[in-house]
T-cell receptor, first 115, second 115 residues
Framework: DTGVSQDPRHKITKRGQNVTFRCDPISEHNRLYWYRQTLGQGPEFLTYFQNEAQLEKSRLLSDRFSAERPKGSFSTLEIQRTEQGDSAMYLC?????????????FGPGTRLLVL | AQSVAQPEDQVNVAEGNPLTVKCTYS??????LFWYVQYPNRGLQFLLK??????LVKGSYGFEAEFNKSQTSFHLKKPSALVSDSALYFCAVRVYQTGANNLFFGTGTRLTVIP
């Protein structure tokens, strides 16, 4: 399967704990996006990488959130001191930077539940 | 500012009947418009997109969408609905510019095809 993959698919944690999610984009896709989707809503943009550089962050991305893409391939999204309001589906998408009209392809998502 | 509206939370249609899922948009430039479908516990799957050219765009699984600039709409259509089309559908818009080029999503429309 050469699509976008995410791990884990599900995560249950207690309030105050830290969690980390991983995204592996499609090979050769150098743009990577993180979105968050809450129940009954469409996905909302969180942050964007071009290669290893994090070029844009939404105001939704509080100080407790940090994302990295150290080698320009896979990316991690960490949430520190989780809150119940962080419960959501976290989606990763990728596309090729030189093809601005290209489609963003999404992974299956990581569903986070904070108790 | 960019935004997308999906005025119907729920659309019910009988199997074999034509279906329409509505989407209107608001952007400050030329829009790139997308439809994605989401099945339970899965990520977003790309259906079709409008970039330029013919206003009628054909996509996966027999779906098509019509771009109407004067009405700022991009309704999703299918001539004959299948039970397997039952899912959550998202319209999204993007304006090409320097920067993230992230997608702005509507709140989604749940399509139920009744056997």
């Amino acid at each position: 399967d050469t699509g976008v993959s995410q791990d884990p698919r599900h995560k249950i944690t207690k309030r105050g704990q830290n969690v980390t999610f991983r995204c592996d984009p499609i090979s050769e896709h150098n743009r990577l996006y993180w979105y968050r989707q809450t129940l009954g809503q469409g996905p909302e943009f969180l942050t964007y990488f071009q290669n290893e550089a994090q070029l844009e962050k939404s105001r939704l991305l509080s100080d407790r959130f940090s994302a990295e893409r150290p080698k320009g391939s896979f990316s991690t999204l960490e949430i520190q001191r989780t809150e119940q309001g962080d419960s959501a589906m976290y989606l990763c998408a990728s596309t090729h930077k030189d093809r601005p009209k290209e489609t963003q392809y999404f992974g299956p998502g990581t569903r986070l539940l904070v108790l | 500012a960019q935004s997308v509206a999906q005025p119907e939370d729920q659309v019910n249609v009988a199997e074999g009947n034509p279906l329409t899922v509505k989407c209107t948009y608001s952007v400050s430039g030329n829009p790139y418009l997308f439809w994605y479908v989401q099945y339970p516990n899965r990520g977003l799957q790309f259906l079709l997109k409008y970039i330029t050219g013919d206003n009628l765009v054909k996509g996966s699984y027999g779906f098509e969408a019509e771009f109407n600039k004067s009405q700022t709409s991009f309704h999703l259509k299918k001539p004959s609905a299948l039970v397997s089309d039952s899912a959550l559908y998202f319209c999204a818009v993007r304006v090409y510019q320097t920067g993230a080029n992230n997608l702005f999503f509507g709140t989604g429309t749940r399509l139920t095809v009744i056997p």
